[in-house]
């Protein structure tokens, strides 16, 4: 992960899916990079739902991926996964031995794994997650079916160098996560006073869409977001 934060480039996505993931989609990696290279991406990211997910694939997918291609179709791509948190305890459905061989983690919540539980726990749920190797990023922090106290949860992100997203899919009239509009203006209000910067991620099921932040963008103007603390503030023609 750190290639794609070191390279100096902001056109990437590194929250997508494919069928792995068990749901949504029959897409697989090639096509996800394919149209990724297609649409003017430098680097995309693979981020298939952790086994605990129902329908997600197994502990062997993840091993796998370790020797798969690092540069398809003129570009970049990294292999990650996205983690569920188990528990309050921060549990996670991958070892963390595996987790330190993938390129990086996204570390989520979901309501078909996880049951919400009060405010404390769910927070204290990310922050001990974080712990665990290679956890980069917090997955879709914004759904009020988990209350987060924000200003713990992104203080203790901006001490282990670890990013919350912004995620697109979240915003889109047909999101099953609730209040996500009102927790994304908290979070962008608070990374901006912690001067922590975000990740912006499609969270796309197959290629589909792969870089869509569409639902974003009218929320960072409104919010007066800074471009300088925009991680991948991608802008594509097609
Ligand atoms: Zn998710
Ligand atoms: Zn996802």
Redesign the pocket.
Known sequence: MNGILNKKTTKFDI?THTVASGHGTTDTVTDLCRRASKIGLDAIGISD?APAFPGAAKESYFRSLLKAPKSRFGIDVFYGV?LNILNAEGDVDLPDELISSLDYA?I?L?TKVTKPMSLEDNTNAYIKAMEHPNVRFI??PDDSSYPIDYVRLLSEAKKRGVYPEI?NASLMPDAYRKNCRENDRAILSICKDLSLPVLLSS?SHGKEHIANFSYIYPLLTECGFPNSLILNPVSLSS
């Open positions: 929250h739902h996205e996204i989520s979901h997955g879709h995620n969270d």
